[in-house]
Nanobody
Framework: VQLQASGGGSVQPGGSLRLSCVTS????????MGWYRQAPGKQRELVAF???????TYDNSVKGRFTISRDNVKNSVYLQMNSLKPEDRAVYFC?????????WGQGTLVTVSS
């Protein structure tokens, strides 16, 4: 099982980015998919999570700015990030977990600076 993340880049504060994560095979194998991030010198933290039943969870720091979505036809999960702040700078990882295990994408770098 492979997860391929993309969409990172460099934006100014207030800008937007959309991260994508495509899974090899059916996304239906994952009961939950999420986005995590890891800033320099910090531990990896959960940003957003969406379960197969549609329940979503967001870190308080991104509520109202980030939106996670899941496309079962395209075997993909997305993270729409709006109103980006310098503190959002990190490497973002997609994650899928299910009965077959816990899987990580390779990470995509998001930089927010003026």
């Amino acid at each position: 099982v492979q997860l391929q993340a993309s969409g990172g880049g460099s934006v100014q504060p207030g800008g937007s980015l959309r991260l994508s994560c495509v899974t090899s095979g059916s996304i239906g194998r994952f009961s939950g998919m999420g986005w995590y991030r890891q800033a320099p010198g910090k531990q990896r933290e959960l940003v957003a999570f969406k379960s197969i039943d549609g329940t979503t969870t967001y870190d308080n720091s991104v509520k109202g700015r980030f939106t996670i979505s899941r496309d079962n036809v395209k075997n993909s999960v997305y993270l729409q990030m709006n109103s980006l702040k310098p503190e959002d700078r990190a490497v973002y990882f997609c994650n899928g977990n299910g009965l077959s295990g816990n899987y990580w994408g390779q990470g995509t770098l998001v930089t927010v600076s003026s």
